[in-house]
Structure formats: structure tokens, C-alpha cells
């Protein structure tokens, strides 16, 4: 009977469901709602010509996923664990920032600084990461893949490993979020792939047999996982190319931070720049781009970064480099995934 409750495979399904249901009723709602208020894209200097017909349609579709996800994990996760209450966390303060940059942009601003944005995004992972190690038993071991023996205790240097991770990953999502679906798509195959390590991790049989980390209680992370995975599937059907809706940064920022912390969780940092590759690829081709035309004094690399706007200035259609993209995903986080026997 209700004993069926108990299975985390049970509850990381049923969320999965809940929240892609949850965010296709949701996303539509909110959509309509923020055109009736004028929430909608701005335009920004360093993009394409042809991102113009972009602007006008309504933006911020990170507030339905994240109430989606929150909505589904009241409902299936196990609400004593410590891990759950930490994402949470990591949503609601890396939400919170994307929201007052897209605030600030859509009231015809900028958006903020580069320099307030990265202070309060060091500031929330510096604080997630005080909540996390001392209130949580999480080990500041460190794992690294194919070195099972060489496991380093950082201690305190884990927390600036740890604000690395977490500001690194949010920054590379929201670099990614440019084309229509570029970056849920992805998002929604690395929280699957997360969703199975944080499984593999919580079941000591399992992680002993892979020669991975056993976290006590990180299974539950499985259902926070799910939950993310169904709202990112849910918003693709609206965000999908033409896009009827963005996410803004407070989808971008916010979702990118928490894979970062589930990455933190689950001990498979080292993984993360496979199963986020493509997010790792976007934000590289940016730090090269500036590193190049400041030391060669003007001289580009790319036709324009990141990544994905180099494909459009060299006629690449949208859907075609959006699919291209989640095609590497896909690989990539396969690779990842391959790598779990080989330690």
C-alpha cells in the first residue's frame, strides 16, 4: 500500500511527472501574466541583428520553473533532509539576483553591475557554503575521477572551491541561455544525469560496487533532481525555437547555481565539466575571446562569443545550432555518465 511512498525511485519519478504538468499549466499563466505588466526582453548591444524579433516577448520564466520545482519537491521529498532545504537555498538566492537583474533591465536599466552581480553571487555561495558543511555531515574530502585512492581533505579551502563551482556554473548557464531552448535542454540532461549519481551515491551497496562516494541521505537529492528535470522539460515546450517565453536570469542564474550544488553534493564536481560541458564550452569561448583581443590589442577569435553566436554570424539557422548543441550535450553527458565503472 502506502509503503510504495518510501521508494526514492517512486517519488523521483512521480516529481518528474509533477513538475513538467506543474510548469506546462504554469508557464502559459505567468506568461500571460508579465505581458499584461511589459516584463518582456529588452535589447541588448552585444547580440546578433536578426535577436531583434526577440524583443517584447515576455521574459522570466525562471519564476514558474523554480515554483514548479518547489511545489513538487513539497510534495514528494523527504522534507527532514538536510540536502533538500539547502537547494532550496541555492534557488532562492541565486533566483533572487537574476530577478533584480532582470528587473533592472526590463525598467529599461542595464541590469547590475558586473561587480554587484559577482559580489552577491560569491557573498550567496559563501553563505551556502557555511549552511552546507556545518549543518549538513558533508565530508570536505575531495573525489577525483580515475585517482580513487587520492582523496584530499580541503577543510575550510572547500568553501572557496565549493563559491568556484557553484558562481562558475550559474555564470556558464546564463552565457548559454542566448538562443531559444539552448540552454534548457542541456540543463534538463544534466539534471538527469545528477539525478542518477545522487541515486547511485545515497545507496551504499551501489556506490561501494562503483567505487563513488556514499553520502548518507544525498538519495533524497534524486527527487530535488527530478523535480528540476520535469520543470526545465516543461518550460522547452514553450522556450523551444520561436520561444514564446525566456527564462531571464532569474532562471539562468538560479538553475545553473543549483546544479552546481547538487555537483558539490553528489562528490562529482570533476564530472560536472563533462555533464555541463556544454555550458563549460560557452563560457570558455567567452574567456578566450576577451583574453585574445586584449593581449593581441583588438583581434578576435571568434566572429562574435559566446560560443553559439559565432554559428549564427556564419549563417548557421537558430534550430539548427540549438539542436547541434544538445546533440553534444547528450554525448557529453553520456561520456560522463560511462565513466562511473572506470575509477
Known amino acids: 500500500g502506502f509503503n510504495v511512498f518510501r521508494y526514492i525511485t517512486f517519488r523521483t519519478a512521480y516529481a518528474i511527472l509533477t513538475a513538467l504538468l506543474l510548469s506546462l499549466y504554469l508557464v502559459p499563466w505567468f506568461m500571460r501574466l508579465f505581458q499584461t505588466k511589459h516584463w518582456s526582453k529588452t535589447e541588448k548591444a552585444y547580440e546578433p541583428q536578426t535577436h531583434n524579433s526577440k524583443i517584447g516577448i515576455p521574459t522570466m520564466g525562471g519564476i514558474p520553473i523554480l515554483l514548479s520545482v518547489f511545489i513538487t519537491v513539497f510534495l514528494w521529498g523527504n522534507l527532514t533532509n538536510k540536502f533538500i532545504w539547502v537547494l532550496f537555498l541555492v534557488c532562492i538566492l541565486f533566483g533572487l539576483i537574476g530577478f533584480l537583474d532582470d528587473y533592472q533591465k526590463i525598467k529599461g536599466g542595464k541590469g547590475l553591475s558586473i561587480k554587484t552581480k559577482f559580489g552577491l553571487q560569491i557573498l550567496s555561495a559563501l553563505i551556502i557554503s557555511i549552511v552546507l558543511f556545518k549543518w549538513t555531515n558533508l565530508s570536505t574530502q575531495l573525489y577525483v575521477p580515475f585517482f580513487k585512492a587520492f582523496t584530499p581533505d580541503l577543510g575550510y579551502a572547500y568553501y572557496f572551491f565549493l563559491t568556484l563551482v557553484v558562481v562558475g556554473s550559474s555564470n556558464a548557464v546564463n552565457l548559454t541561455d542566448g538562443l531559444d531552448g539552448l540552454a534548457i535542454g542541456p540543463l534538463s540532461i544534466s539534471f538527469g544525469s545528477y539525478l542518477l549519481l545522487s541515486y547511485l551515491a545515497g545507496h551504499i551497496k551501489i556506490a561501494h560496487y562503483l567505487q563513488v562516494a556514499y553520502v548518507p541521505g544525498i538519495g533524497e537529492v534524486a527527487v530535488f533532481c527530478g523535480a528540476l528535470m520535469g520543470a526545465c522539460l516543461g518550460f522547452l515546450w514553450y522556450n523551444t525555437y520561436p520561444a514564446e517565453m525566456f527564462m531571464g536570469d532569474v532562471g539562468s542564474l538560479?538553475?545553473?547555481?543549483?546544479?552546481?550544488?547538487?555537483?558539490?553534493?553528489?562528490?562529482?564536481?570533476?564530472l560536472l565539466i563533462l555533464i555541463g560541458g556544454l555550458f563549460v564550452l560557452e563560457a570558455i569561448s567567452v574567456i578566450i575571446q576577451v583574453a585574445y583581443f586584449r593581449f593581441t590589442g583588438g583581434k578576435r577569435v571568434f566572429k562574435m562569443s559566446p560560443l553559439h553566436h559565432h554559428f549564427e554570424l556564419k549563417g548557421w539557422s537558430e534550430p539548427k545550432i540549438i539542436v547541434r548543441f544538445w546533440i553534444i550535450g547528450i554525448i557529453l553527458a553520456l561520456t560522463a555518465l560511462s565513466t562511473l565503472k572506470l575509477r
Do not use: N, P
Request: hydrophobic content about 60%.
Open 254 to 270: 538560479s538553475l545553473g547555481a543549483t546544479l552546481g550544488a547538487v555537483a558539490i553534493m553528489v562528490k562529482q564536481e570533476f
